[in-house]
């Protein structure tokens, strides 16, 4: 039977959303579920992985995890794999998912495809599905080799806990004389009003139609009326009109919400792959042939900076505060 591994990121002393997607989508492969979890608060995760399928829990919590940026954790999942030999490792696509693989992968010798968005396993091995070339082209690759690393992008599946019970803990102790490598030196949560981008039911994003940053606030007047998050294009986020937080897509974060505004953005491939899969996509563009159109259940063509006021005296009128 297939060992599959999932390295298992906390936020505070929480298991991050994105680790409990990966283990919810790693159970349809079949075979033996393990994680990995390497964090000072560890031990507070053990009973939620278990319920997400987890059977055991290899489980580090040196202080050096919190300390330091990714070495002291290639170095002990580089450990585990010689000691165990995981048939897959399956990591989120994050800053640290991708630090930790990218050491593993020079370390070991290791396999890794990253922006994996399906995964599967059939006869000849596990394949992994993913974007290439700026998200222009799909690939499925098989993955070969001993103990592969996949980076699985956010909301590629849907967590969801199997009722699992409590799993068995290994003590993992980080090896002596372990290098260390960048220290952290401060951890600043930067303050966010409203939902969270990944989470939000209604995500309103803008992009360079709205032509000048001081215009921006017609797409946050909107969000916030519809109690939903701020999104942005790239093209604005490089021009330095919002937070990088803010940005959707390929390189940004990807959002899977009930509805999907998109206000002066063209479509481009790369802003696409992180916001197709909301559930209604409506956008306003006064170009309609923009690309993005092809994608919306809803299109307006028109002018961002009339349409918006517009929607937002529209939402009031009817009472929505
Ligand atoms: C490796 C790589 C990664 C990338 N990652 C990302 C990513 O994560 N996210 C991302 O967004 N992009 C990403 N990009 C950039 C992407 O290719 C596009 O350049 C970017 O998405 C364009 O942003 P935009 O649609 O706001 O701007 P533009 O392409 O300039 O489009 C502006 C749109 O606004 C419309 N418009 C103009 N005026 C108005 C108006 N008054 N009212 C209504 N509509 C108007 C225009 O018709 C046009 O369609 C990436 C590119 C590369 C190469």
Not at 104 to 125: E, I, K, P
Not at 166 to 190: D, F, H, K, N, Q
Request: proline share 5%.
């Amino acid at each position: 039977m297939a060992k599959i591994w999932v390295f298992a990121e906390m936020v505070g002393d929480q298991v991050s959303q994105i680790s409990l997607e990966i283990l919810t989508g790693a159970r349809e492969l079949g075979g033996e579920l393990e994680a990995v979890v390497l964090d000072p608060q560890a031990r507070s995760a053990t009973a939620v992985l278990g319920e997400y399928g987890a059977t055991t829990i290899y489980l580090g919590s040196d202080s050096q995890y919190r300390d330091h940026v990714a070495q002291p954790h290639a170095t002990a999942v580089a450990a585990l794999i010689s000691a165990y030999h995981p048939d897959l490792l399956l990591f989120g696509a994050t800053y640290e998912g991708r630090d930790i693989c990218g050491r593993l992968s020079a370390q070991l010798g290791l396999t890794v495809v990253a922006n994996v968005t399906a995964l599967n396993h059939s006869d000849d091995g596990f394949t992994a599905a993913s974007s290439i070339f700026g998200a222009t082209q799909n690939v499925t690759t098989l993955v070969q080799g001993p103990t592969p690393c996949i980076l699985v992008r956010p909301k590629s599946f849907t967590a969801q806990s199997s009722g699992g019970g409590a799993p068995r803990v290994v003590e993992v102790a980080l090896p002596p004389g372990s290098p260390l490598g960048a220290r952290r030196i401060e951890s600043v949560v930067a303050p966010v009003s409203g939902p969270k981008l990944e989470d939000a039911r209604v995500v309103v994003s803008g992009g360079r139609g709205l032509q000048e940053p001081a215009n921006f606030h017609l797409v946050e007047e909107v969000a916030e009326l519809l109690h939903g998050a701020v999104g942005a294009s790239r093209a604005v986020v490089d021009a330095g009109w919002v937070a990088y937080s803010r940005q959707v897509g390929q390189t940004g974060k990807t959002v899977k919400p009930d509805v999907y505004l998109a206000c002066g953005i063209s479509g481009a491939m790369q802003h696409t792959v992180g916001m197709k899969g909301a559930a209604h996509i409506v956008a306003i563009n006064k170009d309609r042939d923009a690309p993005i159109f092809k994608l919306s259940d809803l299109g307006i063509v028109g002018d961002a900076l009339k349409v918006l006021p517009a929607l937002s005296a529209e939402l009031r009128a009817r009472g929505v505060t």
